[in-house]
């Protein structure tokens, strides 16, 4: 089984209306990082998470850890076009420099 | 400050041939990471460089794969007799320190293996 699991692995909404995505480990975390990567493209860096209960913001789209549940959710608020594009979360498991990827989720926003 | 730079962007190569990918840190980071991007699979970690030192190329196939990073000029990673399995996209990503840093990735070299 995979050591860094998304969900959902894709998701279509309706511009405007709110999405989280969700990102479990069977590890230990060792920060956890969020990418998004456009096709064919490069990843983009959204956010990186250190500690349990810490949670960032940029634009909107927020991101939070949860240590205990080893656990990671990113909530795009008021969704748009532009926000469309595979969300990858990676994570040192067991390693403080080695990320492991999720198999991303791929978002569809529709005007 | 520009970001990781990588090229080429697009590289195809004959069966038999070597590819040299190319991988230029962003200014002030001395730790690089390559990875591939396989379709219908994750991004995989190859190898772990510091200027001058591997410090962990477990990702590493074991023959034909060879990863450097010289005390100047970018990191290289070389693959040589490429197959056509080798066709992937291949990202380097950088970061100051390890995993307690922002790590920023480049736009990818895509291979293609006729």
């Known amino acids: 089984s995979q050591e860094l699991e998304q969900s959902p692995q894709s998701l279509i909404v309706q511009e405007g209306k709110n999405l989280t995505i969700n990102c479990t480990s069977s590890k230990t975390l060792y920060g956890l990082y969020w990418y998004k990567q456009k096709y064919g493209e490069g990843l983009i860096f959204l956010m990186m998470l250190q500690k349990g209960g810490e949670e960032k913001s940029h634009e909107k789209i927020t991101a939070k850890l949860d240590e205990k549940k080893q656990q990671s959710s990113l909530h795009i608020t008021a969704s748009q076009p532009s926000h469309a594009g595979i969300y990858l979360c990676?994570?040192?498991?067991?390693?403080?420099?080695?990320?492991?990827f999720g198999k991303g989720t791929l978002l569809t926003v529709n005007p | 400050n520009a970001g990781v730079m990588q090229n080429p962007r697009h590289l195809v190569r004959r069966r038999g041939q070597e590819a040299r990918l190319r991988c230029s840190p962003m200014k002030g980071h001395s730790h690089v990471y390559w990875y591939r991007q396989l379709p219908e699979e994750g991004l995989k970690f190859m190898v772990y460089?510091?200027?001058?030192?591997?410090?962990?190329e477990s990702g590493m196939p074991k023959e034909r794969f060879s990863a450097e990073f010289p005390k100047e000029g970018p990191s290289i990673l070389r693959i040589q007799q490429v197959v056509r399995g080798d066709s992937a996209a291949y990202f380097c990503?950088?970061?100051?320190?390890?995993?307690?840093?922002?790590?920023?990735f480049g736009q990818g070299t895509r291979l293609t293996v006729v």
């Open positions: 990676g994570a040192g498991l067991g390693s403080n420099y080695k990320l492991t």
């Open positions: 990503a950088s970061s100051p320190g390890r995993l307690n840093t922002e790590a920023f």
């Open positions: 460089l510091q200027k001058e030192n591997i410090i962990d």
